[in-house]
Nanobody
């Protein structure tokens, strides 16, 4: 199985940028469909972005489309989430996830492997 560790979170002003990393060990990330989710205080964990195993197609939540970019570095075995034009409502704990299954990529129950999360705080 694959182990995932996120990093890159922090405090940033509105309009700023951050790049989150999700380092994988144990298995090659290219074996999996990969996703980013986030959970704001007192709210459910929600889908942010997804990168398919086959074809490398990307999908985004409406709230982040055009501002966030998901990508993968096969050599480093690392998943990224580039976040630009950040807004206070982007404040949340961000999680990377992986699954070998094909299903509803927006649903967190489809993902078998999760990182511990990294905090992103956007100040106004």
């Amino acid at each position: 199985q694959v182990q995932l560790v996120e990093s890159g979170g922090g405090l940033v002003q509105a309009g700023g940028s951050l790049r989150l990393s999700c380092d994988a060990s144990g298995r090659f990330l290219g074996r999996y469909n990969l996703g980013w989710f986030r959970q704001a205080p007192g709210k459910e964990r929600v889908f942010v972005a997804m990168l398919t195993r086959i074809g490398g197609s990307t999908y985004y939540a409406d709230s982040v489309r055009g501002r966030f970019t998901i990508s993968r570095d096969n050599i480093k075995n690392t998943l990224y989430l580039q976040m630009n034009s950040l807004k206070p409502e982007d404040t949340a704990v961000y999680f990377c996830a992986a699954t070998a299954r094909v299903g509803n990529y927006e649903s967190d129950y489809e993902y078998d492997y999760w990182g511990q999360g990294t905090q992103v705080t956007v100040s106004s």
